[in-house]
């Protein structure tokens, strides 16, 4: 039974990531991004809801003092 050989596998994964690398690279620059970020910030607007118009506290029974 033959053995596998495993000399040209540094040269073959050392290759690909190499390759991997430089088409990361070439894919970001081709990517157009904002000169400053913090310039353009989203409006957060808060929703009313009915709830919060009203004030209501919830007593539990635990809490109520025993006379």
Same mark, same amino acid.
């Given at each position: /039974?033959p053995? *596998?050989? $495993?000399? #040209?596998? +540094?040269?073959?994964?050392a290759? /690909?990531? !190499?390759?991997?690398?430089i088409i +990361? &690279? /070439?894919?970001t *620059?081709? =990517? &157009? +991004? ?5 310039s353009? %910030?989203?409006? &957060? #607007?808060?929703q009313?809801?009915?709830? @919060? @118009?009203?004030? #209501?506290? $919830? %007593? !539990?029974? *635990? *809490? &109520? =003092?025993?006379?």
């Amino acid at each position: /039974m033959p053995q *596998l050989d $495993t000399s #040209t596998w +540094f040269i073959v994964i050392a290759s /690909m990531l !190499l390759t991997l690398f430089i088409i +990361f &690279q /070439m894919k970001t *620059l081709t =990517h &157009q +991004f904002p000169i400053n970020p913090q310039s353009t %910030y989203l409006k &957060q #607007t808060k929703q009313s809801t009915p709830w @919060e @118009e009203k004030w #209501t506290k $919830t %007593y !539990l029974p *635990l *809490l &109520q =003092h025993l006379a």
